[in-house]
């Protein structure tokens, strides 16, 4: 089946440190793959994708690489902020009705 | 910029009650999608909708039933609300265009007592 599976949080980390966050998928075919954060509050907002192998996406200086040998899409930011604090969701898509598949999501907590 | 609305964010219903959410785009989308986000348990399809008048259960649609007479609105219907389905409902919308981006609605937070 399709599902994808996220390091579970929270992670706390102090202001300008370097940030991981892993992601692996299992999927049927050749999925996108795509980041989605969650500030408190609001809904979910694309933070970036990529949509074939050894693609990477990039974004607000958060970036993540396609990789098909490993099935990973693990997200990394060389300097966190506080105001990157939220929730960050996994996701990966397929060619059926452009449905998706989330992982649980990660809480980040950036403390000053 | 892509807009995707929910008529409340904040819900109080009864045990019982007939619940009506609604989300709009204003891309012209030609998919519309229902979630629940619960904690630990991610998002989670409910139902989604690729043409009007076109719908397809998601992962758990017991107790849930949409309706999309229009392009542009999908709603979700809880026929008998109960305790278990308090959570957050986001609505998203995408391109017919296969692995496009969803757009998410900010959430209703529904509260079944």
């Known amino acids: 089946g399709n599902s994808v599976t996220q390091m579970e949080g929270p992670v706390t980390l102090s202001e300008e440190a370097f940030l991981t966050i892993n992601c692996t998928y299992t999927?049927?075919?050749?999925?996108?793959l795509f980041w989605y954060v969650q500030y408190p509050g609001e809904g979910l907002q694309l933070l970036l994708k990529?949509?074939?192998?050894?693609d990477k996406g990039s974004n607000k200086g958060f970036e993540a690489t396609y990789r098909k040998e490993t099935t990973s899409f693990h997200l990394e930011k060389g300097s966190v902020q506080v105001s990157d604090s939220a929730v960050y969701f996994c996701?990966?898509?397929?060619?059926?009705?452009?449905?998706?598949?989330f992982g649980s999501g990660t809480k980040l907590n950036v403390k000053p | 910029d892509v807009k995707v609305t929910q008529s409340s964010r904040y819900l109080v219903k009864r045990t019982g009650e007939k619940v009506f959410l609604e989300c709009v785009q204003d891309?012209?989308?030609?998919?519309m999608f229902w979630y629940r986000q619960d904690p630990g348990l991610g998002l989670r399809l409910i139902y989604f909708s690729y043409d009007v008048k076109m719908k397809e259960k998601g992962d758990i649609p017991e107790g849930y039933s949409v309706s999309r007479e229009k392009k542009e609105r999908f709603s979700l219907i809880l026929e008998s609300a109960s305790t278990n389905q308090t959570s957050m409902y986001l609505c998203?919308?995408?391109?017919?265009?296969?692995?496009?981006?969803?757009?998410f609605g900010p959430g209703t937070r529904l509260l079944v007592l």
């Open positions: 999927a049927t075919g050749y999925p996108s």
């Open positions: 891309m012209d989308h030609e998919n």
């Open positions: 996701a990966l898509s397929l060619y059926n009705f452009n449905k998706f598949y």
């Open positions: 998203a919308s995408s391109s017919g265009t296969v692995q496009e981006t969803q757009y």
């Open positions: 990529a949509t074939k192998a050894d």
